[in-house]
């Protein structure tokens, strides 16, 4: 069965230090990995997704994401966080060989303060 | 990127009334869309998913009499959410994809606030 951790239930940081938002997934297969962004009162936004290739995963505003296959994690990072990217964030995992059903982690809210 | 658009974004009804959201892909034609519902502070709870032309497929424990679904055409699902009750109160999200290989990306609309009196 596939499966998606967040451990985090909220990051907080100061605005022009590095993010890091944690994912840890289980699927039985090959994953495609996904990270979504919500603003309050908002549907998800893509940021970025990791179906093969390169590792490291560049996305919409400056946030990136490196697949780890052998710690099964696919965290969120950006090296200058702003006040704007406060919001809440979603991993999200599709296995390869299981059509397309995708899982959704519980969620992560970011805090950047000023 | 593609763009989904909900609406109404918000809606506030009376009990026993039914309401009807409608989900469109603005600038792609969608293979698939999805119904979600999010609870406050919590994940996304997939509840159908529906192909045009086809019969939605309901998630296990969601009513298919309750929450109707139409995929009217490639641009168009509507959810009809009858005979509300304030538990049916929540955050309603379609999404859609625009391909059909597992890689696709899932695109959300903005979502519509349902307030059940």
């Known amino acids: 069965a596939q499966s998606v951790a967040q451990p985090e239930d909220q990051v907080n940081v100061a605005e022009g230090n590095p993010l890091t938002v944690k994912c840890t997934y289980s699927v039985s297969g090959n994953p495609y990995l996904f990270w979504y962004v919500q603003y309050p009162n908002r549907g998800l936004q893509f940021l970025l997704k990791?179906?093969?290739?390169?590792?490291l995963v560049k996305g919409s505003y400056g946030f990136e994401a490196e697949f780890n296959k052998s710690q099964t994690s696919f965290h969120l990072k950006k090296p200058s966080a702003l006040v704007s990217d406060s919001a809440l964030y979603f991993c999200a995992v599709r296995d390869k060989g299981g059509g397309f059903k995708t899982i959704f982690g519980a969620g992560t809210r970011l805090f950047v303060k000023a | 990127g593609a763009v989904v658009s909900q609406h109404p974004s918000w809606v506030i009804c009376k009990s026993g009334t039914s309401v009807k959201i409608e989900c469109r892909s603005l600038d792609f034609q969608a293979t698939t869309m999805f119904w979600y519902r999010q609870f406050p502070k919590q994940s996304l709870m997939l509840m159908a998913t529906s192909n045009e032309g086809s019969k939605a497929t309901y998630e296990q424990g969601v009513e298919k009499d309750k929450f109707l679904i139409n995929h009217a055409s490639l641009t168009l699902s509507t959810l009809t959410v009858t005979s509300a009750h304030p538990e049916d109160s929540s955050f309603y999200i379609c999404s859609a994809r625009e391909g059909l290989i597992a890689a696709d990306t899932q695109y959300f609309g903005p979502g519509t606030r349902l307030t059940v009196l």
């Open positions: 990791y179906i093969t290739g390169d590792n």
